[in-house]
């Protein structure tokens, strides 16, 4: 059975930092390698929005225009953990990160036009919140 648990929300001031963790399991060894991952965030109200998604197997990585140079995604294989590293935190940042989950990810070129799409993603975690303080 697929499981995605996120942890490593909290408060924190602006100007701050935090690491997201996500801890993936049941997926086989010879799918992980072909697995798309990515972060999402969702304020009440909204949407979810992706931030940042990577194919840690072919070294892709991508980022929503409003986080570039202070949002990091990686990937520990070997400890099935996929990471945010968000740095300088703004009031805007606050909201509920998921970790989203694709296997078998078609190809690099699919996914450089669909990361940014819910729907591309099959499995989710429950989501850490982050609470930002001005």
């Known amino acids: 059975q697929v499981q995605l648990v996120e942890s490593g929300g909290g408060p924190v001031q602006a100007g701050g930092s935090l690491r997201l963790s996500c801890v993936a399991s049941?997926?086989?060894?010879?799918?992980?390698?072909?697995?798309?991952m990515a972060w999402f965030r969702q304020v009440p109200g909204k949407d979810r929005e992706v931030v940042a998604a990577?194919?840690?197997?072919?070294?892709?990585?991508y980022y929503g225009d409003a986080v570039k140079s202070r949002f990091t995604i990686s990937q520990d294989n070997a400890k099935n953990t996929l990471y945010l590293q968000i740095n300088s935190l703004k009031p805007e940042d606050a909201g509920m990160y998921y970790c989203?989950?694709?296997?078998?990810?078609?190809?690099?070129?699919?996914?450089?036009?669909?990361?940014?799409?819910?729907?591309?993603?099959?499995?989710w975690g429950q989501g850490t919140q982050v609470t930002v303080s001005s």
């Open positions: 989203a989950a694709r296997p078998r990810c078609p190809s690099t070129g699919w996914y450089s036009t669909n990361w940014r799409a819910q729907a591309s993603f099959d499995d």
């Open positions: 049941g997926y086989t060894w010879d799918t992980w390698d072909t697995t798309c």
């Open positions: 990577i194919w840690s197997f072919y070294e892709r990585t």
